[in-house]
């Protein structure tokens, strides 16, 4: 099946710095990648829709100057969190679509996630 | 907008039993998906099923069936002959209305008991 892949699995930082994750789709072209938030023990928040070559689309609430994220190529979209503080400090889960031609149904796969600590 | 609500937070399934998790969605789109994750504690999201809003069959894969009751917006995840191995959160999810993202509901962690 399709893979997602995330990298790093797991980042410690200083408050104060800046944290890149990459989100690459490995044997598949995203025109379209997810990033969601989930803090311990809960659901899935999206943060943003990625958009290959254009602005990513965020969520009501999500500060698009924080979380940076850009699509450049059809394989990978980076969220950059800038200036992290512990209140960031979550798990972090990309996700993308592939395409398969029916209207209804598009698999959508899941990176195995990032997660971050800032101290 | 698009709702999911999961009612269990915890359930208990003895080995070998089977468990439904409940779910119901609120929407007011006519083209819709259904889907149900399961979350182990390494935190991967793992597909475990799908239904579409106009299957008339309910969808099934192995040991999962999902029992979609569209009048009653249910979808309700079915896992036959539990395993020790099925013990994680599971999320129910959906997609629709052009939105391409999915919208998850709170999940129900699974507890299968030997």
């Known amino acids: 099946g399709a893979v997602v892949s995330q990298h790093p699995s797991r980042v410690i930082c200083k408050s104060g710095t800046s944290v890149k994750i990459e989100c690459r789709s490995l044997d598949f072209q995203a025109t379209t990648m997810f990033w969601y938030r989930q803090f311990p023990k809960k659901s899935l928040m999206l943060m943003a829709t990625?958009?290959?070559?254009?602005?990513?689309?965020?969520e009501q609430g999500v500060e698009k100057d924080k979380f940076l994220i850009n699509h450049a190529s059809l394989t990978l979209s980076t969220l950059t969190v800038t200036s992290a503080h512990p209140e960031d400090s979550s798990f972090y889960i990309c996700?993308?679509?592939?395409?398969?031609?029916?209207?209804?149904?598009?698999?959508?796969?899941f990176g195995p996630g990032t997660r971050l600590t800032v101290l | 907008a698009q709702k999911i609500t999961q009612t269990q937070p915890g359930m208990f399934v003895q080995e070998k039993e089977a468990v439904t998790l409940d779910c119901t969605y609120d929407?007011?789109?006519?083209?819709?998906?259904l889907f149900w994750y399961k979350q182990p504690s390494s935190g991967e999201m793992i597909f475990l099923i799908y239904?579409?809003?106009?299957?008339?069959q309910n969808a099934t894969e192995g040991r999962y069936s999902l029992n979609f009751q569209k009048a009653r917006k249910s979808a309700n995840l079915v896992i036959s002959a539990s395993q020790l191995g099925d013990s994680a959160m599971y999320f129910c999810a959906m997609r629709g209305g052009g939105r391409r993202a999915l919208t998850f509901g709170s999940g129900t962690r699974l507890q299968v008991q030997p």
């Open positions: 239904q579409g809003s106009y299957d008339e």
């Open positions: 996700s993308a679509i592939r395409w398969t031609g029916m209207s209804s149904y598009n698999e959508q796969f």
């Open positions: 990625s958009n290959e070559g254009s602005k990513a689309t965020y």
């Open positions: 929407t007011s789109d006519q083209s819709y998906g």
